[in-house]
């Protein structure tokens, strides 16, 4: 007799297992079947030189959502994040440099020595995001309204626009700059210092294949402060272990409740049988039947190759043909005989342990982005590096370290018909250059990389377009919006079918908000309470 599963998902990355979770503990018997030979999708640890491990993709914690934590007692198996004694530091141009947390006052500090103005503007610049960030933040765990679903889609609307109304004016304001503002916009009406402006735009290009003057970039510089670390708000750390250690841990813990999960087991198709979803079928051949199939993966992939275009209506596939996915992210790690030793800032310091953004000003952030549109990739491209060795002595041998290299600008298709496959080494030796700038002798202390372009994300992780935000984090696909509207609701347009992924409310990064949501309305639509949720 065949088994029968309530739910298989497709994709053990971490939204994958946190729904997973939550439906064990709801009693739903739950199957994750995944391409890799490993858990975790993009949060994963891997050794890419012997003695040297690091995260591969996705590398640093803030955005985990604290009762994900709690729910699944992290905490108990071994999560641990040890906080940046700074946020980050911005080597400039001229010599100087910018550093950029530890305290209000500290930040004010450092800002006075490029702007007094800027500096004493800095809290009410912090209490306006803040602001709006907790308004998000209370949303963050919400289904959004279904729009098409008549009077339940306004009651929803109601309900969850009440903390928006509760703004006054002013903040209401704040709240429509940052959802429509270029981030350049937004920050040209707070700062002065080009150095300052810099240090906040750089969320707003993290994952997004855009200018910071590209209307709407602002919002993505909101969705990056959403998060916390040890219960401090807008704070980033590093995961000990890396990020694999987290999706191990909730491995476990799905394990524990009766999860079962299989590994090198790729999805060809999802199974459809009377307009309604029945469960997946194997690469291998196998046939998984279940009575809801979640996917955990991006809407370009899950539309474009997992779903029969017959299973779905012609004003679908044309809605989700102008999905826009693609996040022009270049990622690489490296091995380092020693620390890099930065002309602006000599020897060691806190900085090492900072996120280190090599991003000058916003003009060399739309230069960034331009030459991409032009050539391809930048030449000099936006790099943020991170030295989790310097807090993790577990990633690299003793005396030496590891380094994640994140880079913008790299577009996820080439012009002219060519291939990453022949420019991801020459990508690479650029980004090396553009640090060795500001440290020199970075490029002799390398002893191996590890490269992951576009097209090499797409490959590993099933990224399309190398988006690590599964699609761009845009007004028109952001909350009832994301992937499309009438389906934003963690619903797809096939009844039992469902979406947990990061293409989903409320989008990129490690928080595991859209697997619980999703999890949480299947509950629902099963006819429970969800008392774990």
């Known amino acids: 007799m065949t088994k029968r599963y309530d739910a298989v998902i497709i994709g053990a990355g971490h939204n994958g297992l946190t729904c997973a979770f939550y439906l064990a503990q709801a009693g739903l018997k739950v199957r994750i079947v995944e391409r890799r030979n490993v858990v975790g999708g993009a949060a994963v640890t891997e050794e890419f030189h012997p003695g040297f491990r690091n995260s591969v993709a996705s590398y640093t914690v803030s955005l985990l959502q604290p009762k994900v934590i709690r729910d699944m007692r992290l905490e108990d198996h071994g999560y641990r994040v040890i906080e940046r004694p700074i946020s980050n530091f911005l080597p ?12 209000l006052e500290r930040t004010q500090a ?5 702007s ?7 809290p009410d610049y912090y209490d306006a995001l803040e602001t709006v960030a907790e308004v998000l933040r209370g949303l963050a765990l919400k289904s959004p309204p279904n729009v098409g679903e008549g009077f339940r889609t306004l009651i929803d609307g109601a309900l969850q626009g009440r903390g928006l109304a509760k703004l006054t004016l002013s903040q209401k304001r704040d709240v429509l700059d940052l959802f429509t503002k270029s981030a350049r916009s937004f920050l040209d009406s707070w700062f002065e210092s080009e150095a300052v402006k810099a240090a906040f735009g750089f969320d707003a290009v993290v994952g997004n294949y855009a200018s910071p003057d590209t209307p709407g970039s602002a919002y993505v510089l909101l969705h990056h402060v959403f998060g916390e670390v040890n219960g401090k708000k807008g704070a ?3 995961s000990v272990g890396g990020m694999g250690q987290i999706t191990q841990i909730m491995a476990k813990v799905c394990e524990a409740c009766g999860v079962e999960i299989s590994l090198e087991s790729p999805v060809a198709q999802v199974l459809v049988d009377g307009e309604k979803a029945a469960g997946v079928r194997l690469e291998s051949g196998e046939e998984i039947a279940a009575s809801r199939v979640i996917a955990n993966v991006g809407p370009r992939l899950l539309y474009d190759r997992l779903v029969a275009p017959s299973d779905l209506t012609l004003e679908f596939r044309r809605r989700m043909k102008g999905f826009k996915a693609g996040s022009g992210t270049f990622r690489m790690n490296v091995a380092l005989s020693e620390l890099p030793n930065f002309t602006c800032l000599p020897g060691v310091g806190e900085h090492h342990q900072s996120g280190i953004i090599l991003a000058p000003t916003l003009d060399y952030m739309d230069e960034a982005f331009l030459d991409a549109k032009r050539y391809g990739w930048s030449k000099k491209p936006i790099v943020e590096m991170l030295i989790p060795s310097t807090v993790d002595p577990t990633l690299a041998p003793e005396g030496q370290h590891v380094a994640s290299l994140f880079c913008q600008q790299f577009a996820p298709e080439l012009p002219d018909g060519r291939s990453w496959d ?6 690479a030796d650029c980004i090396i250059d553009t640090v060795e700038a500001h440290a020199p002798g970075f490029r002799a202390s390398v ?3 590890q490269i992951h372009s576009p097209l090499d994300l797409e490959r590993k992780f099933g990224l399309i377009g190398g988006d690590i935000m599964h699609g761009n984090m845009s007004l ?9 509207l009438g389906h934003g609701s963690y619903r797809g347009p096939i009844k039992g079918l469902y979406m947990c992924g990061a293409g989903t409310h409320p989008g990129g990064g490690v928080t595991g908000a859209p697997g619980h949501n999703c999890a949480q309305v299947v509950i629902g639509d099963k006819g429970g309470y969800g008392r774990f949720l």
């Open 92 to 103: 400039q141009e001229d010599g100087d440099y910018l550093k950029l947390g530890g305290g």
């Open 110 to 114: 450092e800002f006075r020595k490029f």
């Open 116 to 122: 007094e103005h800027d500096a004493n503007v800095l």
């Open 236 to 238: 980033w750390g590093h």
């Open 422 to 427: 022949d420019e991801r080494e020459a990508a």
């Open 447 to 449: 002893i191996a990389r």
């Open 476 to 484: 028109d696909q952001l909350w009832s919006a994301r992937p499309v």
